[in-house]
């Protein structure tokens, strides 16, 4: 009940909030010519303008109260005052609720100067700005600032509610214009700065809306975070395709107003044709704003009340197909029919301006382009599709890290390695008695084309008309979620063939294993422990073959932790006690002494190199490697002795790259702890 309570607040300030916004720019349009600011709507709509602005502040104060009876539990909560002083003092949301609060008293003021000043339009622009500054607060909340509180992250959610309230808000001033129109007995003819005043409003509306969908596909990007398919399997996508059929009905309504009930209400002579368009246009905005205000509560549902796409888990994929350019796009014939689908898509939307030349009516208007629309979908979605599983959207329940990456190498070797060889390029002892031919998982995009939960499917249940057997009764579901993690593994340990000693700027793209240690001078934690903060130099050698390097770090360790970095060490074996000794003598960086096996296993995958493939046999880990992991967790270089000389030898040019590393700001978000 807490819960439909705050909905229904966040709802009705923001839609009073908008239409201040949106009325306000609405009237500074018509006071273009000072005439219609006499008219009897503008002092209506005037007087509302205190109520709306109260009721911003009213619903303020709702929404800490529930807010308190959430947060503790107790629904007596929500008339304690105290507890609602220890919100805004110690949250983060209560911090930005305060400031919300402050910004909507504001407004109220400016509203009440409003209503006791001369009209000028100054005046309107002043107090749509003055809109705008609750509704950037309350963007603060939203889902994206909540991971991100930056400006990259608020802008385009606070660009695309400010333009909303520009353009919805709108709709009590255009309601309020036409009505006056509709009683043929007190209007005989129409007033022209009126007229022009709807034309103006209508000509901006058109660049506002491509604005408002511009950045709600930037917002809604960031939400999805590449994870679509959680469009139609959540309840976060479903919400979101009710707000955008939503969006689609206001889209035709207005379009049928802009063109053709507004020119024929303009065109009108006597007051029985006034007052007949005028009830038309009345009519069908007053629908509109009704679908409007249910597209306000179905945002605000989104932006409170759901769990974000990116978050949400899709327990069982529904369908037997999902679509995927990456695996299809190379198949013969598919870019030719996706393109002439896109064209008869395109035709579609041509079609409805070809209608409104041709004065269709709206059935018509609405009826040939969708079915058109409908047509280009069917031509160019059928070659993008590709068989699905009901698993194929699960989120990896085991970390992406080195223990499950040793491990499923583990499980790789007594399960997998006699068909798909051991680097998993197909190649093993009973690859040639295979009656089907199977693909190569390390120099192939087998992982990228593929989820990770097709690989989980199986690794499962075995794979139909193949050879592939499933393991449902032979691995736990902890050994085949490990498994899918070491076949990424070496496929992304081979992409990382590209990394050198020198960083590409500005070029986060690897993500590396994540990891858990424990060091020798008694430090611990976890490789994200480090991220916000220091780039991270992981030595990963052997013993007495680096001994040279160890010192020659040893040395330029004062000069290199002056850069806000660290080192961690990591023996590519367990050190016996007189070996860890000699090793950490004067050692002023950690080595790591809990994991390290597993930690030098999984980063052994990106020891190859452009010259130096490795892809033959079992493949052959080397003595010593170095990787740089930058403050936001992605590995950006990495220096084989063996291969790459001097590379970061030159302690003058490993400091180059930790430099560059540390003037760059935050490109992507840290990488995920699970593979997708």
């Not at 005037?46 to 502040?57: C, G, K, S, T």
């Not at 197909?426 to 040639?432: E, F, L, T, V, Y």
């Not at 199977?438 to 249940?461: K, N, Q, R, S």
């Not at 990787?627 to 030898?649: H, K, N, Q, S, V």
Request: aromatic share 10%.
């Amino acid at each position: 009940m807490i819960e439909v309570i705050a909905t229904f607040a966040r709802w009705s300030q923001l839609a009073a909030n908008l239409i201040v916004l949106g009325s306000c720019v609405f009237l500074a349009i018509a006071s273009t010519d000072k005439r219609s600011l006499a008219a009897p709507w503008v002092g209506k709509l005037e007087r509302v303008f205190p109520w709306l602005a109260f009721l911003i502040i009213a619903g303020l104060v709702v929404i800490l109260a529930a807010t308190a009876g959430q947060a503790t539990g107790d629904i007596s909560s929500i008339w304690r005052p105290d507890v609602w002083l220890d919100i805004v003092q110690d949250t983060r949301m209560g911090h930005i609720w305060l400031g919300h609060a402050v910004l909507a008293v504001l407004l109220f003021g400016v509203v009440l100067y409003l209503r006791n000043t001369t009209r000028a339009r100054w005046q309107y622009v002043f107090c749509g700005t003055m809109a705008c500054l609750p509704l950037i607060a309350g963007s603060l909340v939203s889902h994206t600032a909540a991971e991100d509180l930056s400006i990259v992250a608020v802008l385009p959610y606070a660009l695309h509610i400010i333009l909303a309230g520009v353009w919805l808000g709108a709709f009590p001033a255009f309601i309020g214009l036409i009505y006056g129109y509709v009683k043929q007995d007190k209007i005989k003819k129409i007033n022209s700065y009126d007229v022009d005043t709807l034309k103006r409003f209508l000509s901006m509306s058109m660049p506002v809306m491509v604005l408002i969908i511009a950045s709600g596909i930037l917002v809604a990007d960031r939400i999805f975070d590449g994870g679509y398919a959680a469009l139609v399997a959540t309840p976060y996508g479903w919400l979101l395709n009710a707000k955008i059929l939503l969006l689609i009905v206001i889209l035709i309504i207005a379009s049928q107003v802009r063109w053709h009930w507004l020119p024929s209400f303009s065109a009108s002579k006597s007051a029985v044709e006034v007052s007949s368009s005028a009830s038309k246009i009345h009519k069908w905005i007053r629908i509109e704003f009704i679908f409007v205000m249910l597209l306000l509560l179905v945002a605000t549902i989104l932006a409170h009340n759901v769990t974000p796409a990116k978050h949400a888990l899709i327990e069982e994929w529904p369908y037997s197909f999902r679509f995927s350019i990456i695996a299809t796009w190379g198949t013969v014939g598919v870019a030719v029919q996706v393109w002439i689908g896109v064209a008869i898509a395109t035709l579609a939307v041509c079609m409805i301006q070809v209608g409104r030349l041709l004065n269709w009516g709206l059935k018509r208007l609405i009826i040939v382009p969708l079915v058109l629309f409908i047509s280009g979908l069917a031509v160019a979605l059928p070659p993008l599709s590709m068989e699905a599983y009901p698993e194929t959207y699960h989120r990896n329940p085991v970390n992406f890290d080195a223990i499950s990456i040793a491990n499923g190498a583990e499980v790789y070797a007594e399960n997998c390695v006699e068909c798909h060889g051991h680097q998993g390029q197909s190649n093993g002892i009973k690859a040639r008695t295979m009656s089907t031919k199977m693909p190569d998982m390390l120099t192939e995009p087998h992982t990228i084309e593929h989820t990770p939960g097709d690989f989980y499917h199986w690794i499962t249940f075995g794979m139909i008309d193949t050879d592939m057997p499933g393991y449902e009764d032979k691995l736990t579901d902890e050994e085949r979620w490990d498994l899918v993690n070491y076949v990424h593994a070496l496929s992304r340990g081979y992409q990382a063939r590209l990394l050198n000693p020198e960083i590409i700027p500005n070029r986060p793209s690897v993500q590396p294993p994540g990891f858990s240690y424990s060091a020798h001078d008694g430090t611990s934690g976890v490789l994200q422990d480090f991220r916000e903060n220091k780039v991270v130099m992981l030595v990963v050698f052997s013993w007495p073959q680096s001994e040279a390097r160890i010192e020659q770090l040893k040395d330029a360790y004062a000069q290199l932790s002056n850069q806000d970095m660290t080192i961690l060490a990591v023996p590519t074996k367990d050190l016996n006690e007189e070996e860890l000794a000699q090793v950490t003598a004067d050692l002023p960086f950690p080595v790591v002494t809990q994991n390290a096996f597993e930690i030098a296993t999984s980063y052994a995958f990106s020891r190859r190199t452009l010259s130096h493939p490795d892809l033959l046999g079992r493949g052959s880990n080397p003595d010593h490697i170095e990787f740089l992991i930058d403050r936001y967790g992605y590995l950006r270089a990495r220096w084989l002795p063996l291969a790459e000389e001097p590379g970061w030898a030159d302690i003058n040019l490993l400091t180059k790259q930790i430099s560059l590393l540390n003037q760059e700001r935050r490109i992507l978000p840290p990488p995920v702890d699970y593979v997708r």
